[in-house]
């Protein structure tokens, strides 16, 4: 497959314009961050959290996978996992405190940030956001035109940054949940998420969409945003079976697939790393049996 991948060119496979884009965010969070008087400087986590958050960015729509979720449906959703389940943290994780709060009192945002991460809300939003993205006729539409993709998909991506805020959040007076409802909350994500986004994915008879349907069409539609016009014009391209073995019904499936194991694996570590020290914090409260008393 990698071969063949080689005919859309070094700008289609590596977005070395998208690359640029990664140094300016870099540069400015040295600038923001780093370059600052002691009490506003980021920590070494935060620091450290930032920059793999930014590695991740390039891999996740800067590297051929960005090229490949446009071809196959299973890279795709891979994408989608590591770009809305895991990618936000990092940056929660990533920024200080300061900033978020400073964030979240501009006049005009306060009020609605406060409203859209209260737990019930953004849980919602961000899986109703997802749901409705891969309705075929939504899905089609999106990957048919810059503007509309751009739009969608940064929108999605701001709901998974208030979907993951009640859990990650910084700032103090909003870490309302406590450590069993973090739990029941990412709980709750994975069985609204499963249905609409793996399921009915995984178990539909036929192909769903036209993006991945062919030579024609959509799928050209949805190459034009990563690749070049003047390299797309030259290349003779018979669909995506030149690129995978997999039949159109069978990447589907598979897409659905990985996104629900995915799912699964970052929502267990994150469960994982909320259980142990809530279940270890109250097994040290618990008073031991007494001894017996010896006569």
Known sequence: MWQELQIFGFRALWSPYYLIFIGVLIFAYFLLFIKRR????ATKNQIIYFHIGM??????????IDLLSHIMFTAHMVQMALYYLFFPILIIKGIPKWAWERIFNVPVLRNILRLLTKP???????????????????????????????FITVTILIAAFLMWWPVFTPIKEMDTLSPILKIGYIVANGVLITPPACALIIFAPNALYQTYGGASGGWIQALALCVPANVLSGLELSGPEMFSPLKLVEDQQLGGILMKISQEIIYGIILARI????????ADKIDPLPTEQQT
């Open 38 to 41: 002691e009490e506003k400087r």
């Open 55 to 64: 590695l991740f960015l390039y891999i996740i729509k800067g590297s051929p």
């Open 120 to 150: 019930l809300i953004a849980l919602i939003v961000f899986n109703g956001l997802f749901s409705f993205y891969h309705i075929p006729v939504i899905f089609d539409f999106a990957k048919a035109d810059v503007f509309a993709h751009a």
């Open 275 to 282: 259980f142990f020290p809530w279940f270890r914090s109250g």
